[in-house]
């Protein structure tokens, strides 16, 4: 009997103690919204693409006999990145130079004959129907002899197209032949395609019901362009800062939007083009907003929400992120208060409707 009463004891003293307290409030820590002046910002999202593109082709026909630079790997301008067997067009070129040499050859024959048959007719010892003939013939001469070096010319242009150099700094593109290929034998051939991914190009759009704010904010910005800050999507941070460059002419009648273009400096080539980044534009004069600890915001199915304690529970209050960070902070609008006793860890907080005591 003393035993069983021992025990009755123990788990009356445990029901009793504050693990089994049901209406003891939680303590959490708290913080107090701040107020600054925060830029009003479009924002928006953009595809990231190289600033140069283009596709090298096989210009002549030929066997592919060389292909030097891997594929992926950066190359500078003027490199040689493809070359075709040139022995058929240094052969045309060589027949090309024979003709010119002719070409030459017949021009001082013409030439000589006509300085015989302008002598001849000042002595009136010929009719001058042979001197207009010899002028004549001189000037045939000359123009066969254009005629054989614009050939040369050519053969000589068309020899060099046996080499495709880089025509910028980039990053090759797979080839899309190896050497002892032929190619090139139904027109122009696409062997790869070069990047320039430094600088890369930002390229979004905006809507009609943005464009005057946007449009002011661009005559504001001088010649150097406004600047565009630009990040992950799906965050809130903006490390990137870009210049935009390019605004389009028109809207485009079926969307109701205009095309802007930024260039982003990508030394390090941490960047691919077809990505795509979050970006925002500072719009006029700052605003004013609330600011508070990223820790301080949570996440929901219902969006972005803030935890305040009121009259000893805790509320949701939803709220907009309306910037990036400033100081540690992100500012934010919607239905919160500047007196507001905000949970400074969304995490960590008990159900909403709790009873909770504030711990400054």
């Known amino acids: 009997m003393a035993r069983l009463h021992s025990l009755c004891l123990a788990v009356f003293a445990g029901l009793c103690s504050p693990a089994f307290a049901a209406d003891a409030p939680a303590q959490l820590r708290t913080v107090a919204p701040r107020a600054a002046m925060v830029p009003r910002y479009l924002e928006t999202t953009g595809t990231v693409a190289a600033s140069r593109q283009v596709d090298l082709v096989a210009r002549v026909p030929g066997v592919l006999i060389e292909a030097p630079v891997r594929d992926g790997a950066p190359v500078r301008a003027g490199e040689r990145l493809f070359r075709i067997d040139p022995a058929p067009y240094e052969a045309d070129v060589a027949a090309a130079q024979a003709a010119v040499a002719g070409a030459e050859a017949q021009l001082r024959r013409s030439e000589a004959d006509y300085l015989r048959q302008q002598e001849l007719a000042e002595r009136q010892v010929t009719p001058m129907s042979q001197l207009d003939a010899a002028e004549a013939a001189r000037d045939g001469a000359r123009a066969d002899l254009d005629a054989a070096r614009a050939q040369r010319r050519t053969a000589d242009i068309t020899l060099g197209y046996t080499q495709i150099t880089a025509p910028f700094d980039g990053i090759l593109s797979a080839r899309t ?184």
């Not at 400074?344 to 711990?359: H, L, Q, R």
């Open 177 to 360: 032949a190896d050497p002892g290929a032929y190619v090139g034998a139904s027109g122009a051939e696409v062997l790869a395609s070069l990047y320039a991914t430094d600088p890369l190009h930002v390229e979004f759009s905006v809507s009609e019901a943005d464009l005057s704010a946007v449009l002011d904010t661009i005559r504001a910005s001088g010649p150097a362009g406004a600047e565009v800050e630009l990040g992950q999507t799906g965050t809130d941070f903006y490390p990137l800062r870009a210049r935009l460059d390019y605004v389009a002419p028109t809207l485009a009648t079926d969307l109701g939007t205009l095309a802007l273009r930024a260039t982003l400096p990508n030394a390090g080539g941490m960047i691919t083009p077809g990505v795509t980044l979050r970006l925002r534009l500072a719009l006029g004069a700052p605003q004013r907003r609330l600011m508070l600890p990223p820790a301080a915001i949570g996440t929901d199915l219902e969006g972005r929400h803030v935890l305040t304690i009121e009259e000893g529970h805790l509320r949701r209050r939803p709220v907009q992120v309306a910037g990036g960070m400033i100081d540690g902070l992100l500012p934010v609008t919607g239905d919160l208060r500047s007196d507001a006793v905000v949970v400074a860890n969304v995490a960590a907080a008990p159900p909403v409707g709790s009873a909770a005591t504030a711990k400054p």
